[in-house]
């Protein structure tokens, strides 16, 4: 798609802290980050927004939740159980749409965590 941003970072026409990359998918940290942990899952193939998927993208959005709390737990923000108490931890969230805060308009899973207070969320 022209003049999309992760379009072009799919592409690797404009760089972007690789994080991880396979057929379907890349996520990246965010350029400015809400948590000390801040990155975007994002779909090589374009999808304006959550509500434009269909029942063809269920197993790419499986993907993409499937592979959020395996990147949190590499970056060290995962989700544990220590002597009984839950510990670490994240947070996903897909913005849709202007009153959803969308501001890029390609499908992505913003992943957040790392020890709070956060700047925002
Ligand atoms: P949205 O508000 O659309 O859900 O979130 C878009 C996110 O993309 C924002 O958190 C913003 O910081 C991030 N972002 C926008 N442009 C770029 C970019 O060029 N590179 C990276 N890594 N993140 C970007
Ligand atoms: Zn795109």
Redesign the pocket.
Known sequence: MDNC??CK?AAKQ?P??LIHEDEDLLA???????APV?F?IVPKKHIATLADCTTDDQALLGKMFLLAPKLAQQLGCGFSMENGQPTGGFKT???VGPN??????HL?M?VLGGPRPWNRS
């Open positions: 941003i992760f970072i404009i972007s802290k990246f940290h965010d350029i400015n980050p809400a801040h975007l969230l897909f913005n959803g805060g969308q501001e890029v308009y992505h913003h």
